[in-house]
């Protein structure tokens, strides 16, 4: 650690000292009050959510079986545009595994 004379030290370089040294001190405290909060309270309860991980894969399907009933739907409505064949195939696997269950 550095020792320094105080005493040596004009009033303008004792204010700037100062003003470092309680930057650094909210620093310390900002990041010791984020760790409390990551870490968990008095009680041992956690304030941090895990993250959420995936979709379950039945909500994805159905998911995606509306979305892909409402894009053939609104081609067919339209009457000018192809609907692609891959849509309607996934569609009928949605449906078929969704009957098997």
């Not at 650690?1 to 030290?9: A, G, Q």
């Not at 204010?15 to 930057?23: A, C, F, G, L, S």
């Not at 009680?43 to 409402?70: C, F, I």
Request: glycine share 6%.
């Amino acid at each position: 650690m550095c020792k320094m004379n105080l005493h040596n030290l004009s009033p303008e370089q004792v204010k700037k000292m100062k003003e470092k040294v309680r930057h650094i001190a909210e620093e310390v405290v900002r990041r010791m009050e984020k760790d409390i909060e990551r870490l968990g309270d008095e009680n041992g309860k956690t304030s941090v959510k895990p993250p959420l991980g995936v979709k379950p894969r039945w909500l994805w399907a159905q998911e995606r079986k509306y979305d892909l009933m409402h894009a053939i739907e609104g081609r067919l409505l339209k009457g000018e545009f192809k609907i692609p064949v891959e849509w309607v195939e996934e569609y009928n696997e949605l449906i078929e595994k969704e009957g098997a269950q």
